[in-house]
Nanobody, 124 residues
Framework: QVQLIESGGGLVQAGGSLRLSCATS????????VAWFRQAPGKDREFVAG????????TYADSVKGRFAISRDNAQNRAYLQMNILKPEDTAIYYC?????????????????WGLGTQVTVSS
């Protein structure tokens, strides 16, 4: 198990940018596939982006392709989600998820480590 702590959320105007950070406490962060999910009020949780253990492979939801970028710094035990050209429909709680020695899953059931989330609100 690894503890995940998200930060970087906030209120931003449409068209703006935010960078989310996912910090971990484990020393084996490089052995975890990491993903970002989000959940808007009244909606199901949805996959946003995922990154492989070594960072060489990334996957994105169609709704964020070209606007969001996932990255990681294994030396710093952190993963990031750079969000650009934000839209009101991006408003949600964003969660970091991780799974040991895994491929990237786009289904949340594939992850057994979750953070508590950070709120992102995009005003129109």
């Amino acid at each position: 198990q690894v503890q995940l702590i998200e930060s970087g959320g906030g209120l931003v105007q449409a068209g703006g940018s935010l960078r989310l950070s996912c910090a971990t406490s484990g020393r084996t962060f490089s052995a975890y596939a990491v993903a970002w999910f989000r959940q808007a009020p009244g909606k199901d949780r949805e996959f946003v982006a995922g990154i492989s253990m070594n960072g060489a492979s990334t996957t994105y939801a169609d709704s964020v392709k070209g606007r969001f970028a996932i990255s990681r710094d294994n030396a710093q035990n952190r993963a990031y989600l750079q969000m650009n050209i934000l839209k009101p429909e991006d408003t949600a709680i964003y969660y970091c998820a991780a799974r040991l020695l895994s491929i990237i899953f786009t289904d949340g059931s594939g992850y057994n480590n979750w953070g508590l989330g950070t709120q992102v609100t995009v005003s129109s």
